[in-house]
RNA sequence: GCCGGGUUGGCGGAAUGGUAGACGCGAUGGUCUCAAAAACCAUUGUCCGCAAGGGCGUGCGGGUUCGAAUCCCGCACCCGGCACCA
């Protein structure tokens, strides 16, 4: 296989051909114009960007299109990142000849680990070599022809930006979460209830009483963005912790291959799970793919079930675990605590009860020897590691509880397998009706009673529906209930006892929104003298970043566990300790040296697209409430179409939605939802060739022999099938596309290589059919040999006019439905018809022109001026089907006999059932099949099927 | 292990209960040309047949239906997410 783009042979013919070089020359000339005429500028109501003379456009439909935007790499683009920018394109484009305003733009996402890294190599400022490279793919994209509105464009290290993305972090901080009215609100509304008394204070302190220091804990308590001591994921030789989602399956850095250790450190987070429920449940309301939603839905993981106490003699604090099946309460046989739990200790007793089982001691002399040991080898482990032995291990704690239900005493043991992290940190086990409590029972010699009976089912552990048994006690009996009545039962006793109550718990934990990275937002806040944490006001905002002598955080031996992060910042002495006036005179205060993790400006940029270069307020409310607000009564508002990979299905999505709600709590938006409709495209793999010792070789020097195997420099080589990369040798660039074929042809290309959200390996030696199509369209209106425009004004013949409008109606279903890839085919079937046709008229070669200008704007434009047009193709009005022409004349009819195609019919569409049995029974091909047997029923769908059933 | 998505010519794909393979690549033959490239025209799922026509065919096995790539049941394989979540 050679992937060398074939270069036009051009320069030797007439100058009048669509060859790769006036492709080129017809590209740069509109993508000049449009630049200059501001051909994609979106009005907006108010502001800067207020158009005189624009309510028209106001007043009919708006569609504000995105795409996630790409964090501006040093490598450049292949050709898979432009697809969802086409796609994106194609639809805007569309919508404005639909006449719809139109906001389409794109930002760039360029704080982050890459640049810094690259900062540390080069000894450059992170900002400098971002900022190059920004300009390097706005060069790059320029050249693809996108119609973006450039006014709107901004990069979220922009100070201007930063300030806004600083402003909302302060929004966070001084809101908290009021469960009664389940929104959030101003901190200073609680102080206020505190105040008067009207909320009580935790713990049951007078406000009055209590110190300063005493009263920014308590409402430090409250707040959406918190300090607190959380295990995070902390890379010794990175010298910086680590998202979740960069460290890799076995417990090491993403970047540079680190081990990773589980650190309780001090961290700011996000209290993201006080809006668990509201996440949960307007995921009904957005149209979004169902498996992103069920992503969501997993990842939030609400589950109902039951918190219930279990005494233990001797110890004043009960034992509170969750459960999702308090109906099986009778069952439980054991309890098992996590070996952080804080119960643990006073739970130890100090000698082995009498009788104690060998296999439950872990062969110490003491219970306080084994918990010591078993906790210790637990602390050693990383998560990972932990989860790699699915064997189950444990140590019996000494101590009993009292199974609430039936007053039996059940032994407590420590155990890996129950999370700290998850509901209590403790659960009731029920080893009859759980997988894993039935592992842990079958090594430790525990008992399995039975409670649930399924139907025809008599084997444990049985975990599916059935009827309670053996589960009752002189107070409750749930014998013979169902699943979910023996729920509702038992939770209802257990309120009623005080032992128990019905609850909801969350797999999603809050955010942890610091890093101890350089390249990021600065967090707007400083410490006093006592270490209480200060928001800074508006107007000192932003807080840049400060140069620093050397962008690497402190690094440590990579395997150094107990070595502390150091953060860039930290070493910055005279940034750190400032001296503010905050509202009480100058005093010194201590900078916060941690800074925002990456995600922090992609969770509200949608917010700025539609009011970029607001100084007063993250965006105008009118300019906010147009683009964004619902359209609909009770709708969510939000992008109408965001176009991006599956890949950040979680974790963006779900901090940008979280934000956004906030910002709705608060009044600062009226859409509850950032983006209304999410569309996930799929991706351009390639092929990539491995020799024998394992080397990557050039992609593009590969061939392919008759049987199928691969050669390179008379070498066999092996294919495989993936991204493309640089070091996987098989870039192919959009560069080397506009330079063999131009922006058009590569546009095409993309859109029609198959269904937008499905991935498609890229070959290279294809695209020239997207180049012949284009050359049959340009054919069709300039004379290759003379220049000349060769349309007419010729009437179209009935059978053109039928392929036209017919054409028009698929095409439009097609772009309605984002199917790019049949409406190109069906516009090439469009441009077949009229090339063999020799058609010239212009009533057939507008609406083709009209139809291809999503696609391969730059040549509509060309074609649209030949046709003696002077206004831009951009808003023209798309083509509209007339109904006369959709029904054609002769329709086939297929004449099947049990179901086979035995023979076809040219019929009116308008035939009658009758007349069509008739034909049918008489077309000599069907007659011979039947061969005389018995026709036992016609089944007729006139007048497209008629099938014979003998 | 659980959840989700997928499997159609040599290749990318089309068809969502009614002509399987639209459109494109590649391949083969032809026109033009001194020749080649480009362009254009024709053929191209597979097997049998001179042809007319027929058999087979949408991962595998079953089912529903006059009729199934499409709906249902079971299985295999590939991709993605989660993974001791009580």
Redo the contacts with the bound molecule.
């Keep these: 296989m050679t992937t060398t783009p074939?270069h036009?042979?051009s320069t030797t013919e007439s100058g009048h051909r669509y060859t790769s070089e006036l492709a080129e020359r017809i590209e740069l000339r509109w993508q000049d114009r449009w630049e200059s005429e501001g051909t994609f500028d979106a009005p907006n109501p108010v502001g800067d960007l207020a158009e005189d003379g624009a309510a028209e456009r106001l007043e009919g439909d708006k569609y504000f299109i995105m795409d996630m935007f790409p964090y501006p790499s040093g490598a450049g683009l292949h050709v898979g990142h432009p697809l969802g920018y086409i796609a994106t394109d194609v639809v805007g484009r569309y919508r404005r000849m639909r006449g719809d305003n139109v906001l389409h733009a794109l930002g760039y996402d360029a704080f982050g680990l890459p640049a810094e890294l690259y900062a540390v190599q080069t000894g450059r400022h992170p900002r400098e070599t971002t900022l190059e490279n920004i300009a390097n793919m706005r060069r790059q994209l320029r050249r693809l022809g996108l119609g973006h509105d450039p006014r709107r464009s901004f990069a979220t290290i922009d100070p201007d930006f930063v300030r806004w993305t600083q402003w909302i972090f302060l929004q966070i901080f001084n809101a908290w979460y009021d469960e009664e009215l389940d929104r959030a609100r101003p901190i200073s509304e609680l102080i206020e209830e505190f105040e008067n008394g009207a909320r009580d204070v935790p713990g049951g302190a007078v406000w009055a009483d209590l110190s300063a220091k005493e009263r920014a804990d308590v409402i430090d308590g409250y707040r959406l963005a918190y300090l607190s001591e959380a295990p995070v994921n902390w890379a010794p030789g990175l010298g910086t912790v680590l998202a979740n989602e960069e460290v890799t399956a076995d417990g090491r850095s993403e970047r540079g291959n680190f081990p990773v250790f589980r650190r309780n450190l001090k961290q700011w987070q996000m209290r993201i799970t006080a809006y668990a429920d509201r996440l949960l449940d307007d995921l009904d309301r957005v149209d979004w793919p169902?498996?992103v939603k069920?992503?969501q839905r997993?990842?939030i993981?609400r589950?109902h079930?039951a918190h219930v106490q279990f005494e233990v003699p001797g110890i004043d604090e009960p034992i509170v675990v969750?459960?999702?099946?308090p109906d099986t309460l009778f069952g439980a046989s054991y309890m098992v605590l996590?070996p952080e739990h804080d119960l643990v200790e006073a739970l130890t007793t100090d000698a082995w009860p009498e009788g104690t089982d060998a296999r439950w001691t872990g062969g110490a002399a003491t219970p306080a020897e084994a918990i010591a040991g078993y906790r210790a080898a637990a602390a050693a482990k990383s998560d990972v590691e932990?989860?790699e032995?699915?064997e189950?291990t444990g140590v019996f704690t000494g101590s009993f509880a009292i199974n609430p239900v039936n007053g039996e005493r059940i032994p407590v043991f420590v155990a890996?397998?129950?999370?700290?992290?998850?509901?209590?940190?403790a659960?009731m086990a029920v080893p009859g009706h759980?997988e894993?409590d039935f592992e842990f029972a079958e090594s430790f010699g525990l008992p399995t009673p039975r409670v649930v009976q399924g139907e025809g089912e008599d084997a444990l552990p049985f975990t599916g529906d059935g009827v309670a048994v053996n589960s009752a006690n002189d107070e409750v009996s749930l014998n013979g209930l169902t699943v979910a009545d023996a729920k509702s039962r038992i939770i209802a006793w257990l309120e009623e006892k005080g032992q128990g109550e019905g609850t909801t718990?969350y797999?999603l934990r809050d955010w942890l929104f610091s890093r101890q990275r350089y390249w990021g937002e600065p967090f707007p806040i400083v410490y006093d003298e006592n270490d209480v944490p200060i928001a800074l006001p508006e107007s000192m905002l932003p807080v840049d970043l400060p140069d620093v002598p050397d962008y690497s955080p402190r690094t440590y031996a990579p395997d150094d566990a107990e070595s502390e992060p150091e953060p860039p910042l930290a070493r910055v002495r005279e940034w750190v300790e400032v001296e503010l006036d905050l509202g009480d005179g100058p005093k010194r205060y201590r900078r916060e040296t941690n800074t925002m993790p990456n995600w922090a400006g992609s969770s509200w940029y949608e917010l700025r697209y539609t009011d970029p270069h607001n100084r007063d307020r993250l965006a105008d409310p009118a300019n906010e409430k147009y683009w964004l607000g619902p359209r609909t009564p009770g709708g969510t508002g939000g992008v109408d179409l965001y176009v991006g990979g599956?890949?950040h299905?979680?974790l963006h999505l779900l901090y940008a939605r979280f934000w956004h709600k906030v910002l709705f709590d608060l009044g600062h938006v009226t859409s509850e939802e950032p983006f209304h409709r999410l569309f996930n495209q799929g991706y351009i793999q390639a092929y990539a060739y491995t020799d024998v010792r394992g080397t990557y070789v050039p992609a593009d020097e590969v061939t392919e022999a008759d049987d199928g195997t691969y050669w390179y420099n008379g070498e066999r080589v092996e294919r495989e099938y993936g991204k493309m990369g640089k070091s996987l040798k098989n870039v192919v660039t959009p560069d080397e596309m506009y330079e063999a074929y131009g922006a058009d042809t590569f546009r095409v290309y993309e859109m029609?290589?198959?269904?937008l959200d499905?991935?498609?390996?890229w070959?290279t030696?294809?695209v020239?059919?997207?180049?012949?199509?284009l050359?049959?369209v340009w054919r069709l209106v300039v004379d290759e040999e003379t220049g000349a425009t060769r349309v007419t004004d010729d009437a179209l013949a009935p059978a053109t006019l039928g392929v036209l409008h017919r054409t028009i109606d698929g095409v439009r279903g097609d772009m309605e439905e984002l199917?790019f890839?049949?409406a190109?085919?069906k516009l090439?079937?469009l441009t077949?018809h009229l090339?063999?046709e020799s058609v010239t008229g212009r009533a057939a070669i507008e609406p083709l022109v009209k139809m291809l200008a999503p696609f391969a704007p730059h040549l509509a434009e060309e074609l649209w001026e030949r046709l003696g047009h002077t206004e831009t193709i951009t808003y023209a009005p798309y083509p509209e089907a007339d109904a006369q022409y959709l029904v054609a004349e002769q329709v086939?009819c297929?004449v099947?006999v049990?179901?086979?195609?035995?023979g076809?019919l040219q019929v009116s569409p308008d035939v009658s059932d009758d007349e069509l049995t008739a034909l049918a029974l008489a077309e000599p091909?069907v007659v011979r099949?039947i061969d005389g047997r018995e026709i036992r029923?016609v089944?007729v769908?006139a007048p497209?099927?008629v099938?014979v059933?003998v």
Excluded at 898 to 902: L, M, S, T
């Design positions: 074939q036009s042979a169902e498996p069920l992503m997993n990842w993981g589950s079930g969750f459960t999702t099946r996590a932990r989860q032995n699915k189950k890996d397998y129950v999370l700290m992290g998850y509901g209590t940190g659960i759980d894993r718990t797999r599956v890949e299905a979680v029609s290589m198959g269904p499905v991935s498609r390996p070959e030696r294809a020239v059919g997207s180049q012949r199509f050359q049959r199917r890839n049949t190109i085919a090439i079937e077949n090339t063999k086939t297929v099947q049990q179901g086979k195609v035995r076809k091909n099949t029923k089944i769908r497209k099927l099938n059933v």
